[in-house]
């Protein structure tokens, strides 16, 4: 975007000619690597993943589909996470955000419950709730798409689903297919 928030500035690597900020590749390599020793500490079923942004619905699916991790595209439903008397409660261990614009109420949720955060943020979101920052284009479906499969891949080979990236039963053109 050509919106720099203060909290992604350490991510931008520069501004091109029309004033658009290019976030450092070598960040968001480290953030992916960091966020795989991150969430491989919870069991699939511990994790929530919602997303509002309808560009990141197909990615979020098939991310759901390879991994188990439990997914909500579309419209969060309201106190799902902060509200034991409802039929669809969920109790989660850790919430990962597609973009916290879209998807601020469940991370005002998760942050209420004290569930950590972890979220996709481009140069014009705020951190302040987040506790874990996967700096990325988060508004594109080709790059929500391979972000996803890149965390659903290593995330099984660090559980030791798989052993390789040839095991993977969804390959990454589907995940960025258009």
Request: with cysteine.
């Amino acid at each position: 975007t050509k919106v720099i928030t203060p909290h992604m500035r350490k991510f931008v690597y520069k501004r091109r000619a029309d004033g658009l900020a290019v976030i450092n590749t070598a960040f968001i390599d480290d953030k992916l690597r960091e966020s795989i020793d991150f969430i491989v500490k919870y069991k699939p079923e511990e994790i929530l993943v919602v997303c509002r942004r309808e560009n990141g619905w197909k990615a979020v699916k098939l991310f759901q589909k390879l991994t188990g991790m439990r997914c909500i595209p579309g419209r969060y439903p309201p106190g799902i996470l902060t509200n034991a008397n409802l039929e669809d409660f969920i109790e989660t261990k850790l919430l990962l955000a597609v973009d916290p614009v879209p998807d601020r109420n469940a991370i005002k949720d998760a942050f209420k419950m004290g569930v950590p955060i972890m979220a996709l943020c481009d140069t014009n979101n705020e951190t302040t709730l987040i506790d874990f920052v996967i700096p990325c284009n988060n508004k594109g479906k080709k790059s929500l798409g391979l972000i996803c499969w890149i965390l659903a891949k290593e995330y099984l080979k660090a559980r030791g689903i798989i052993k390789t990236d040839d095991e993977v039963k969804i390959t990454d053109e589907e995940f960025t297919a258009e």
